[in-house]
């Protein structure tokens, strides 16, 4: 019989959380100072636009290789790798602005090779979990690591916000630096002690990536759950994070308004990330379509409002609502995913959630660009993100009717 114990004694599952905090804070920290720095400094939505496509679009390109090699190698040797170059990536464009050089061309082509580098470091730290902790605290685990990383981006906004507000974006990019490092320390293979490589099966590269897509194929639930969170990350949260520094400009708001709302929206998903992590839930499709559904309602009445307090208001229930999307799907494709597959299967749920925000960013600043008003655009990917997520509700039966066992 399996020896069930605390996840709070479990050290490579602490070390595993509080690197991935740090990295976290890190991370919304670099991301909050380049959309000021782009806003403020370059002056222009489209430029932001093509930044930001420029972090996120390696991730479309790269996540599947990503999940190839988190099956081949130790994912804690991919994370403690990529953390630590990303952390000297930080270091280089603290030292450009630091000597007034850090143009438009230098901060695409390094936050290119930052998306590039998460590619890789994402499917390897979410098919790690199932590693170091039992099969029944897997949603617990998620639950730790996701609301730990809500903190974080609470945490980073605050820090960034009030750097940027007193000692200015130099000093942002030099904390998010040396943030970004430490958490590559507590990301040291050693501390994690993570087992013997599944995937144990000798073929090319290729063949183990048709074999991770047809896995998924196969699986109803999977296809269904990897549609909802295209729908979630591409009418809703792509679009609204880049709406924010926008209208916060727009609005005549500062670094601490922009905070604000970055902030709004972290508490909202820490809060529901607690719930979660308390509750059992046992028909987890049924809840994350329930969850689509109201965070595109509170979206559309986000594109309603012309005031930044209120916008910081409903920024809340868009985190809270979110969440209840992500964490039930993700927590059941780890539970029944075979662990020597895990890492390609992950890649591609770490694409639906990440790698769709690039196309996003694309249709928003274009449409803005042309002149039409933000909140027209962001209105109308929610309705249509809502239609979409009915017809899930409608014809999803298999993903709807699923229920955990655990």
């Given at each position: 019989?399996?020896?069930?114990?605390?996840?709070?004694?479990?050290?490579?599952?602490?070390?595993?959380?509080?690197?991935s905090?740090?990295?976290?804070?890190?991370?919304?920290?670099?991301?909050?100072?380049?959309?000021?720095?782009?806003?403020?400094?370059?002056?222009?939505?489209?430029?932001?636009?093509?930044?930001?496509?420029?972090?996120?679009?390696?991730?479309?390109?790269?996540?599947?290789?990503?999940?190839?090699?988190?099956?081949?190698?130790?994912k804690?040797?991919?994370?403690?790798?990529?953390?630590?170059?990303?952390?000297?990536?930080?270091?280089?464009?603290?030292?450009?602005?630091?000597?007034?050089?850090?143009?438009?061309?230098?901060?695409?082509?390094?936050?290119?090779?930052?998306?590039?580098?998460?590619?890789?470091?994402?499917?390897?730290?979410?098919?790690?979990?199932?590693?170091?902790?039992?099969?029944?605290?897997?949603?617990?685990a998620?639950?730790?690591?996701?609301?730990?990383?809500?903190?974080?981006?609470?945490?980073?906004?605050?820090?960034?916000?009030?750097?940027?507000?007193?000692?200015g974006?130099?000093?942002?990019?030099?904390v998010?630096?040396?943030?970004?490092l430490?958490?590559?320390?507590?990301?040291?293979?050693?501390?994690?002690?993570?087992?013997?490589?599944?995937?144990?099966?000798?073929?090319?590269?290729?063949?183990?990536?048709?074999?991770?897509?047809?896995?998924?194929?196969?699986?109803?639930?999977?296809?269904?759950?990897?549609?909802?969170?295209?729908?979630?990350?591409?009418?809703?949260?792509?679009?609204i994070?880049?709406?924010?520094?926008?209208?916060?400009?727009?609005?005549?708001?500062?670094?601490?308004?922009?905070?604000?709302?970055?902030?709004?929206l972290?508490?909202?998903?820490?809060?529901?990330?607690?719930?979660?992590?308390?509750?059992?839930?046992?028909?987890?499709?049924?809840?994350?379509?329930?969850?689509?559904?109201?965070?595109?309602?509170?979206?559309?009445?986000?594109?309603?409002i012309?005031?930044?307090?209120?916008?910081?208001?409903?920024?809340?229930?868009?985190?809270?609502?979110?969440?209840?999307?992500?964490?039930?799907?993700?927590?059941?494709?780890?539970?029944?995913?075979?662990?020597?597959?895990?890492?390609?299967?992950?890649?591609?749920?770490?694409?639906?959630?990440?790698?769709?925000?690039?196309?996003?960013?694309?249709?928003?600043?274009?449409?803005?660009?042309?002149?039409?008003?933000?909140?027209?655009?962001?209105?109308?990917?929610?309705?249509?993100?809502?239609?979409?997520?009915?017809?899930?509700?409608?014809?999803?039966?298999?993903?709807?009717?699923?229920?955990?066992?655990?």
């Amino acid at each position: 019989m399996e020896q069930r114990y605390s996840l709070m004694r479990n050290t490579p599952f602490i070390f595993l959380f509080i690197g991935s905090f740090l990295a976290i804070i890190g991370f919304s920290m670099f991301f909050m100072t380049t959309t000021w720095f782009v806003i403020s400094d370059l002056g222009s939505a489209s430029s932001l636009g093509m930044i930001l496509i420029a972090i996120t679009v390696p991730r479309v390109v790269m996540m599947a290789f990503g999940g190839v090699l988190a099956d081949k190698y130790k994912k804690t040797t991919i994370m403690f790798t990529t953390s630590t170059i990303q952390g000297v990536l930080l270091v280089l464009i603290f030292l450009l602005n630091n000597a007034g050089q850090l143009t438009f061309v230098y901060l695409l082509i390094l936050g290119f090779f930052f998306g590039t580098l998460d590619a890789f470091s994402g499917p390897a730290g979410t098919s790690l979990i199932p590693k170091l902790v039992q099969v029944h605290q897997i949603k617990q685990a998620n639950a730790i690591i996701q609301g730990l990383g809500q903190i974080g981006f609470i945490v980073g906004p605050i820090i960034s916000g009030s750097i940027m507000e007193f000692a200015g974006v130099t000093t942002g990019y030099l904390v998010s630096a040396i943030i970004v490092l430490l958490s590559a320390f507590f990301m040291f293979p050693p501390f994690l002690k993570e087992g013997p490589v599944d995937n144990t099966v000798k073929q090319t590269p290729l063949k183990d990536l048709i074999e991770g897509f047809s896995y998924v194929k196969a699986s109803k639930f999977l296809i269904t759950g990897i549609l909802i969170l295209i729908t979630l990350n591409f009418f809703a949260f792509g679009a609204i994070s880049i709406a924010i520094p926008i209208l916060v400009e727009t609005y005549g708001g500062s670094p601490i308004n922009l905070s604000y709302i970055e902030s709004a929206l972290g508490v909202g998903m820490l809060v529901s990330t607690a719930i979660i992590g308390m509750v059992k839930i046992r028909r987890r499709g049924f809840t994350s379509i329930i969850g689509l559904i109201a965070t595109l309602m509170v979206a559309i009445a986000f594109s309603q409002i012309p005031n930044l307090y209120i916008l910081t208001a409903l920024a809340f229930f868009i985190g809270f609502t979110m969440t209840f999307v992500s964490i039930p799907f993700f927590t059941s494709a780890q539970e029944d995913t075979d662990p020597r597959i895990m890492g390609r299967v992950m890649s591609i749920v770490f694409l639906a959630m990440n790698g769709f925000d690039p196309l996003a960013y694309a249709t928003v600043t274009l449409l803005v660009s042309k002149g039409i008003d933000i909140q027209l655009v962001i209105l109308s990917f929610s309705v249509i993100g809502l239609i979409i997520a009915l017809v899930t509700l409608w014809k999803g039966k298999t993903y709807r009717n699923y229920e955990s066992t655990y």
